[in-house]
């Protein structure tokens, strides 16, 4: 059980009503709540609670339209994101319950300052290195507007400007990762066909790529249910057409690819975590036709060329500066 979930099972009567848990880890939770739902964005998470407690989980960036009297907000990493869902939630909430929990190490304690504009928050208990707070909504704000939450930038590509939109939570949001940009330089001599740009964020790559290679199919994957539509965001502030999907890994990626181009994760909240990535490398041969190369970008200490060359074939590469190296290997 996730610590966060065994602090709010110290206070179970407090949540025995119709609840929703807002970013709940894909642990045993819902068994012990019997009228709480959850909402997840992890394509992951999802799954897993899904699969175990039929409907009674839905995935997605909007709260739903299931009624609830209270809500808990599990901290996520990034303060826009946690913005968002506490104002989401507490347009709903007028004169009614909302939580917050989680680890102290992830800032639950300067989260909880975020509550303060919509009510009197107090610490109702502290354990397993986390924190449950509580606020009664007397300020209810207006329902947020998620898409109005975006920010944009514009880059300036060689063959013309790229609108970029990133919602909240979103990796490198508002802005261009070093790592991206090195990519973005070198996209060229990508096999043709179909594309698929792993861990697309707020769909940078995809777009780009998109935009170099009109007559390819080109997919963006994201695990991330506010990745995918920032994705769908960019492509259509650039009128460019191709399919977003959530899932989690490269098993939800389709197979027969020409290329997988990636800056793959390697941080997830206060953790870190290789294991996408890790699984990427021995598995992305599967998902690549004959002759297709697998092209990403990663900090230059991460160590994955034996891993690639191990799963997939020879790895070069093709440029290391500013601290990331790209790597390329083909199937052969
Ligand atoms: C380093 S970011 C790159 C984002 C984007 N491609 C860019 O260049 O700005 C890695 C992305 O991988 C996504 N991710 C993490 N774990 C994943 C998984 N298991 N399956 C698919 N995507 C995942 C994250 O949500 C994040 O958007």
């Known amino acids: 059980m996730d610590p966060r979930s065994e602090v709010l099972l110290r206070q179970a009567e407090l949540f025995s009503g119709p609840l929703l848990l807002a970013g709940l880890p894909a642990d045993d939770l819902l068994s012990h709540l019997p009228d709480a739902h959850g909402w997840s964005w ?149 096999p043709s066909g179909h594309i698929l740009d792993f861990g697309c964020g707020a ?44 899932g989690d890994g490269i098993d939800a990626a389709p197979s027969g690819l020409s290329a997988i181009l990636s800056n793959p994760p390697f941080h997830q909240g206060v953790h870190t975590h290789y294991h996408a990535s890790e699984h990427l490398l021995r598995e992305a041969s599967k998902h690549l036709a004959s002759g297709g190369e697998l092209r990403l970008v990663a900090n230059s200490f991460l160590k994955y060329p034996p891993l690639i060359e191990q799963h997939l074939g020879p790895c070069r590469t093709l440029i290391d500066a500013k601290g990331f190296r790209i790597y390329r290997a083909l199937k052969g």
């Open 203 to 246: 769909g940078v790559l995809g777009a780009a790529l998109k935009r170099r290679y009109p007559d390819s199919e080109v997919t963006l994957l994201d695990v991330d249910a506010f990745a995918v539509e920032s994705s769908r965001l960019t492509l259509a502030a650039n009128a460019l057409q191709a399919e977003v999907i959530s």
């Open 42 to 190: 992890h394509a992951g998470e999802h799954a897993l609670l899904a699969n175990r407690f039929t409907q009674r989980c839905h995935f997605g960036t909007q709260p739903g339209e299931r009624e609830f009297q209270a809500a808990v907000v599990f901290l996520p990493k990034s303060r826009e994101l946690t913005d968002y869902l506490l104002n989401a939630l507490a347009a709903r909430l007028a004169g009614r319950e909302l939580f917050l929990v989680g680890e102290k190490r992830a800032g639950i304690e300067r989260a909880a300052k975020q509550l303060g504009v919509f009510g009197q928050a107090r610490k109702l208990d502290s354990a397993r290195h986390c924190q449950l707070w509580q606020v009664r909504i007397e300020h209810a704000p207006a329902a947020p507007d998620l898409h109005s939450l975006a920010q944009r930038y514009q880059l300036q590509l060689p063959d013309g400007p790229l609108n970029v939109l990133s919602l909240p939570g979103v990796f490198s949001h508002g802005r261009l990762d070093v790592g991206s940009a090195l990519l973005l330089e070198h996209l060229n001599d990508l």
